[in-house]
């Protein structure tokens, strides 16, 4: 994934496959399930022949059994100037800011699809409840807002950006050419995409760092419970993002067309590099640092040991709403069969902390 959405890359894909970019300027709408789409201003390409790439588009959609599908469709050939992609990555990153900020329960309902795991939703809706109180409370926790903000860029680059109903008749006026509904112009997007993959890896390197700082530096005026609520629930939402990127991981795979061994092999390092070299890592250093693991007075561990972890003092009602939320959210799955593959094992370790 890393190495398809560089500006290099995609350069090199919009040359080997178009010869050149048009006047006619468009302003379209590209819907991702949130309610506010984007907005882009495109140009036609002069593509190489019928059957070039930027004539298809493929797609995921969930077939009458409620199993993923995988699907060719025709799609306009539809580009952005390259001089127009400077400003992109700040305009994409105040996008997503503007989502974290002032309309998380609007994401909360579209950041899964109705197939997916019902924890990843339950823990995601938790943690954006527990920011937002935070809010209303005056006492924003700008580290996990960054951190919701890595998911919401991950929920756009997974999913296909398509034209709205308004854009595709537009589309359709200029090119002279009829397309199917929830299209997806394939050059635009992968343009976009690049510029938000840009600002996510600058926004994940911000993310990890900060939260090393708070792991293992001490600073008086910041409470245990606070350090641990913020460092938990930002672990909790890398963590589903982490699910998020092997399933986008998994569908580059086994559509790419590679030989099934290379397939496999890339698919296992990818594996290898969110499981073990981020999400083991900071899990060791959660437990190191709160004793999580142990018991006594040593240990801080909220969601195995309740009102008990708190030894009498007054917790901010904020932190103590969200500790109750994070342990209903326990014992309701587990109740649910071990066996369930809705289930995601890393998540279910990390919220038992034991």
Not at 91 to 102: D, G, L, P
Request: aromatic fraction near 10%; include cysteine.
């Amino acid at each position: 994934m890393i190495r398809q959405y560089t500006v290099e890359n995609t350069e090199k894909f919009i040359a080997k496959n178009a010869s050149g970019f048009g006047r006619d300027e468009m302003i379209i709408r590209l819907s991702w399930g949130y309610r506010v789409p984007l907005k882009v201003t495109v140009v036609s390409l002069s593509v190489r022949g019928s059957t070039s790439v930027f004539r298809y588009q493929s797609q995921t959609y969930v077939n009458k059994d409620g199993l993923p599908t995988f699907t060719k469709k025709k799609s306009p050939p539809l580009g952005i100037l390259p001089t127009s992609m400077h400003d992109k990555h700040e305009e994409y990153k105040r996008y997503v800011e503007q989502i974290a900020r002032h309309d998380l329960a609007q994401y909360v309902k579209i950041a899964y699809e109705p197939e997916e795991s019902d924890l990843a939703k339950r823990l995601l809706q938790t943690v954006c409840q527990f920011y937002t109180a935070g809010v209303n409370a005056g006492d924003e926790y700008e580290l996990l807002r960054e951190a919701i903000e890595i998911h919401i860029a991950c929920s756009i680059l997974e999913r296909s950006l398509i034209l709205d109903d308004e854009s595709t008749k537009l589309v359709e006026g200029r090119l002279g050419e009829e397309y199917p509904p929830d299209s997806a112009p394939r050059c635009a997007q992968r343009q976009i995409k690049v510029a938000f993959f840009m600002t996510q890896q600058d926004r994940i390197k911000e993310v990890l760092r900060e939260w090393g700082q708070l792991m293992w530096t001490s600073n008086r005026a910041t409470t245990n419970e606070r350090k641990w609520a913020i460092g938990f629930s930002v672990l909790l939402v890398l963590t589903l993002v982490m699910d998020k990127t092997l399933g986008l991981s998994w569908c580059t795979v086994k559509h790419g067309g590679k030989e099934a061994e290379m397939e496999k092999n890339e698919f296992q390092e990818r594996v290898k590099v969110t499981q073990t070299n981020l999400f083991e890592r900071c899990k060791e250093i959660l437990h190191s640092k709160f004793k999580t693991r142990k018991g006594g007075k040593e240990s801080f561990n909220p969601i195995r040991d309740g009102d008990g972890a708190w030894r009498g003092k007054v917790i901010d009602e904020t932190i103590a709403g969200f500790v109750d939320d994070i342990r209903g959210v326990v014992q309701e799955f587990d109740r649910v069969e071990p066996g369930d593959p809705k289930i995601h094992v890393r998540m279910r370790y990390l919220c038992r902390q034991k």
